[in-house]
């Protein structure tokens, strides 16, 4: 009855994202474009689906904010740029995460705006310190070491030994529960980088036979921005295999000697839970390694000067 559950509740997620007050699958679904016209050079027209992308929701993801000045700067148009700055300080996010990774901001680091955002940023210490204090990071690397030495001897060894493991992952997930509680899941807004949803699951991925914590906090998180779709999809995927149930009807990945028609499918599935497609995620991985390695070039040159 358990596992029959699972697979009804997996298949109603898409068609309950409508119902939700928070939801930011068209942000994720407008930054896709976004991101695929930046890829292009059409930066132009990324500007407009960046601007339709930040009218959806009250807190801009960093990376999307910090995408979006590099075109604003690209095609010149400084109150973008200043647009930029100013989210910076009310999302309480330091400038230079967002201006100072690529040379190309350098221009606008010497105007009066800049010294002017720079201090506002002062202003605000007292923020910026309760924001990034939050603990996660450190209490999750010291659950992951703990973890890891456990599970490494639990599989091979004794039924006791296994037993131990068993009750280091009840005490692990007490403890994160009690973070999530206390701090919220972690995210961008109380301090860390989107994807520290990747932390959780190095612990939190060997208890999805508990299945409340992925149909109510995980799938809250995800909704409200605090856990980014391809984080979800790989989740909602291991949910499904280690119950050992068949994949839902919205696959998020194609598998071998699928159909073309399956293929679409698959697709189509993504853009309903904020992915871009397979070939468009492509694309985008691409323009992103080739934009890191001109970045890091261009930093390497400024050095040598």
């Known amino acids: 009855m358990k596992k029959i559950s699972l697979v009804v509740y997996l ?21 896709n474009k976004a991101n695929l016209s930046r890829c292009r050079q059409n930066y132009d027209s990324a500007l407009i689906y960046y601007g339709q992308a930040f009218q959806i929701v009250d807190y801009i993801l960093m990376d999307d904010l910090r995408n979006f000045a590099k075109c604003a700067t690209i095609e010149k148009k400084d109150s973008l740029i200043y647009f930029a700055m100013e989210q910076c300080i009310k999302q309480i996010v330091p400038l230079n995460y967002i201006f100072e990774s690529d040379t190309i901001f350098e221009q606008y680091q010497q105007t009066d705006k800049w010294q002017y955002y720079m201090e506002q940023e002062k202003k605000n210490i007292e923020m910026y310190h309760e924001k990034y204090s939050c603990p996660y990071k450190k209490v999750m690397d010291s659950l992951r070491i703990e973890d890891q030495k456990i599970r490494t001897l639990a599989w091979r060894l004794t ?6 493991a068993s009750e280091i992952e009840y005490s692990n997930r007490r403890a994160i529960d009690e973070l999530i509680a206390k701090y919220d899941y972690p995210n961008e807004r109380n301090g860390l980088f989107n994807q520290s949803c990747l932390w959780a699951p190095m612990i939190v991925i060997f208890h999805y036979h508990d299945t409340v914590f992925f149909q109510n906090t995980e799938y809250k998180a995800y909704i409200e921005g605090k856990l980014t779709p391809y984080c979800f999809s790989k989740k909602a995927q291991r949910v499904v295999v280690f119950n050992n149930l068949p994949f839902p009807r919205y696959r998020y990945e194609y598998s071998p000697n699928m159909t073309e028609e399956e293929k679409a499918q698959v697709d189509k599935n993504r853009y309903e839970i ?19 390695q001109k970045i890091q070039e261009a930093l390497k040159q400024q050095r040598k000067k």
């Open 274 to 292: 904020g992915l871009p497609s397979i070939e468009e995620e492509r694309i985008i991985n691409q323009c992103n390694d080739m934009e890191y």
């Open 159 to 164: 039924k006791k030994r296994r037993q131990k």
């Open 11 to 31: 298949i109603l997620i898409i068609n309950t994202i409508s119902s939700q007050e928070i939801n930011y699958i068209p942000y994720y679904q407008a930054i």
